[in-house]
């Protein structure tokens, strides 16, 4: 069994920084690509931003060059921290990660989600 938590979501006004947390733990193996993704309200998911085992990144548009996506691979965690926060960033946010489990299977895994929110 394998659980993916997210934590760091919030309340911030415009132009406000959070930073989100996601820890995956259980049977793990290894964990391969991480990724964030997020759904607005009446909208349906999107992805936010990746990064591979390897290191390699990928942001959707509207968000380069305002959020950042990092991983601990110690402690299979991965960040994303979110500058310059705009109302259209309101949204539930979600890890995903694909992960190879002590039995040998390679399952992607998503978090139950956490409420960012973007208010003056």
């Known amino acids: 069994q394998v659980q993916l938590v997210e934590s760091g979501g919030g309340l911030v006004q415009p132009g406000g920084s959070l930073r989100l947390s996601c820890a995956a733990s259980g049977s793990i193996f290894s964990v391969n690509a991480m990724a964030w993704y997020r759904q607005p309200p009446g909208k349906q998911r999107e992805l936010v931003a990746t990064?591979?085992?390897?290191?390699?990144?990928n942001y959707a548009d509207s968000v380069k060059g305002r959020f950042t996506i990092s991983r601990d691979n110690a402690k299979n965690t991965v960040y994303l921290q979110m500058n310059n926060l705009k109302p259209e960033d309101t949204a539930v946010y979600y890890c995903?990660?694909?992960?190879?489990?002590?039995?040998?299977?390679?399952?992607?895994?998503w978090g139950q989600g956490t409420q960012v929110t973007v208010s003056p």
């Open positions: 995903n990660g694909q992960i190879l489990t002590t039995t040998s299977v390679l399952i992607t895994y």
């Open positions: 990064l591979s085992s390897r290191g390699n990144l």
